[in-house]
């Protein structure tokens, strides 16, 4: 019996891009794998939006329990990408549940895919880190181990506390029901966004949102730590999407789900400072800083940022800046293959800069 999808967040930058290549993507998926693909919106035109490209709206609200579980049951949805919440449980435990009923109705396979941020791996999140700089003894997204190691992980931001606990609950829950889950982890993700709402990345907008406000490009890990993240092209993280999504079409039997289901979307890893410093530079050249030399953040800048951010200052640091040491291992066992290597965001950081200031006003 073909799967009926959800996706969520259809009108985000991730979501939308996603979408967008959903539409075209019925060569590379499983032929006649699934029958319907609903897209959740909001408001007439997002519904308008999505049926372009092929996906039947939903609307809904999401705090409505009962209504929600009860479209997935009628609908007969298998499938669903959460990409709206990462610091909340509460609409996903029901929608797992729901998935459970449909499983029991249909006899499929069902499977839900969490969005979180590889905010939730790094030093953000009070992951011990070696000698080496990995966190505690497990720095790959394929063992097992990162469970364990999230359910120990303790952070001084209250904000992260909380979401810390979400991917735990999410696997936990899906283990309860008999639902296939998985964690999905973007990270710095840059490139033109194809989808009909936000076309532009969410991290790289701030570096270019904060530099508007302070009129200079500021490191905020001090200390003369030499800070790196992972990074990926948007086509490289939506691709790793839709090998997923493939597998789950053909039952998912040869992909790691669950406690072993983390998947990190990165090509490899950045310094900040060359990724600032890359953008300082386009910055500069179209007026927007009044030096592209990258420098440290003290107390007044923070506030400004923050400001720009709509973030409380001792948020910038977190929004901006940190270690993720955590490497992607797990996609490329499944046969992903990313195009973009990690530099490419250095070399098309002016492209990027450009992009932003064309499409803010969208974001």
């Not at 033109?192 to 907008?205: D, L």
């Amino acid at each position: 019996m073909p799967h009926n999808i959800l996706l969520t967040g259809a009108s985000g930058y991730l979501g939308g891009t996603l979408l967008a290549h959903l539409s075209s993507a019925s060569a590379s998926l499983p032929a006649n794998s699934y029958q319907t693909l609903y897209a959740l919106v909001r408001t007439p035109s997002q519904a308008d939006s999505v049926q372009e490209y092929g996906a039947t709206p939903l609307t809904l609200d999401l705090t409505d329990t009962q209504t929600l579980t009860q479209t997935i049951i009628d609908r007969k949805i298998t499938i669903i990408y959460f990409l709206i919440d990462a610091a909340s449980s509460k609409t996903q435990i029901p929608m797992i549940e729901a998935l459970a009923q449909v499983k029991k109705l249909t006899g499929q396979e069902v499977h839900f895919l969490h969005t979180t941020g590889a905010k939730l791996f790094s030093g953000h999140a009070g992951h011990p880190r070696d000698e080496e700089g990995r966190f505690g003894d497990v720095d790959v997204d394929g063992d097992g181990g990162v469970y364990e190691l999230q359910g120990r992980a303790r952070a001084e931001n209250p904000f992260i506390n909380e979401a810390l606990k979400v991917n735990t609950t999410i696997i936990d829950t899906a283990e309860k029901h008999g639902v296939k889950s998985y964690i999905f982890i973007p990270c710095v993700v840059y490139g033109k966004g194809e989808g009909f709402g936000n076309r532009i990345s969410i991290q790289t907008v701030a570096v270019v949102k904060a530099a508007m406000k302070t009129r200079r490009v500021f490191r905020v890990d001090g200390h003369g730590e030499r800070a790196i993240w992972p990074v990926a092209h948007i086509q490289d993280t939506v691709s790793l999407y839709l090998l997923l999504l493939g597998k789950m079409l053909q039952g998912g039997t040869d992909l790691g789900s669950g406690k072993n289901g983390y998947y990190l979307a990165a090509s490899g890893s950045v310094a900040w400072d060359d990724l600032y410093g890359a953008m300082g530079k386009r910055l500069a050249e179209r007026g927007v800083v009044d030096d592209a030399t990258v420098v440290d953040a003290d107390d007044a800048a923070l506030e400004l940022m923050g400001e720009a951010l709509g973030r409380p200052k001792d948020f910038v640091p977190v929004e901006m800046g940190g270690s993720c040491v955590m490497e992607a291992k797990h996609g490329l066992q499944i046969g992903w293959k990313p195009k973009y290597a990690p530099e490419h965001v250095l070399e098309v950081a002016g492209e990027e800069v450009d992009w932003i200031l064309e499409n803010l006003d969208r974001s």
